[in-house]
């Protein structure tokens, strides 16, 4: 069995499924994808998942390059720096003007700049829309960077994001430090384990037997059906709680398997 073949549409393409759509909103899935395999002369019909996403997206810049089917997202490795450069100078100012809306506001002024002195970038520049989600996208670009711009740019970068979404990065931040925290804590734990105890509690069943053995007066009372035994479940879980709890009773040291005091 071959596998399916993936089916793309142009803006135009796009752009003519939506307005029939919208003329027809009676049209089922399948009829909406035989009439677009048919009209654009596709392989084959488009599945129902992309032509619901394509029906449900609204595409902004169709006129710019109709026959266009994928979308790239624009970003300037030039523009990234220098506005780290601006950053880094606020910080040794102590100038605390670094948010998201000023962060935006300085990119547009740095791309101005760089429109005008390099001409090779010019392209790119122009497609940048500096929209809100610009910030988040390019501050998680950092770890795809080459090495060169790693090198310059990575350390100050990671930071763009804690100073416009702050509650992000301080969230990720506490998250790596407890889990730090833990890390050491069971390393430790796992260098100096609990020594076990040379005589083990003894078993729910041996309970009875245990106190029936001692013959000290103020045990004898555990083999019999008192309340605190019934409570507990057990003779041993009782005993347990009470020695927590600084029981009245002191537990005889002939009693085998008992912890002594």
């Known amino acids: 069995m071959s596998a399916a073949k993936r089916i793309r549409l142009n803006s135009e393409q796009k752009r003519v499924l939506r307005e029939h759509h919208a003329a027809h909103p009676d049209m089922t899935c399948q009829e909406l994808s035989e009439w677009a395999a048919f009209t654009f002369k596709l392989t084959c019909p488009l599945a129902r998942t992309s032509l619901t996403e394509l029906v449900k997206r609204q595409e902004v810049d169709t006129e710019r390059n109709p026959l266009r089917k994928a979308s790239h997202c624009a970003h300037s490795p030039e523009l990234e720096a220098h506005l780290v450069v601006w950053i880094n100078s606020c910080e040794e100012m102590k100038i605390s003007i670094v948010t998201g809306a000023s962060i935006r506001q300085k990119a547009e002024m740095i791309r101005s700049i760089l429109f005008a ?100 007066e103020q045990c004898r009372w555990l083999s019999q059906d008192h309340a605190p035994l019934r409570r507990y479940g057990s003779a041993t879980a009782m005993l347990r709680r009470q020695e927590r709890g600084r029981a009245r009773y002191s537990i005889c040291k002939r009693c085998k398997g008992m912890d002594e005091y």
Request: positive net charge; charged residues 25%; aromatic residues 4%.
């Open 117 to 216: 002195a390099t001409p090779t970038i010019a392209a790119v520049l122009s497609k940048l829309m500096l929209s809100k989600g610009w910030l988040d996208f390019n501050s998680g670009r950092v770890s795809n960077l080459g090495e060169r711009m790693a090198k310059l740019a990575r350390s100050r970068l990671l930071q763009l994001r804690m100073k416009a979404v702050c509650y992000k990065q301080l969230q990720a931040c506490t998250t790596r430090r407890t889990s730090t925290i833990w890390t050491r804590l069971r390393t430790s734990i796992a260098r100096f384990p609990a020594k076990p105890s040379q005589e083990p509690h003894p078993r729910p069943q041996e309970d009875k037997e245990v106190a029936h053995r001692c013959s000290d």
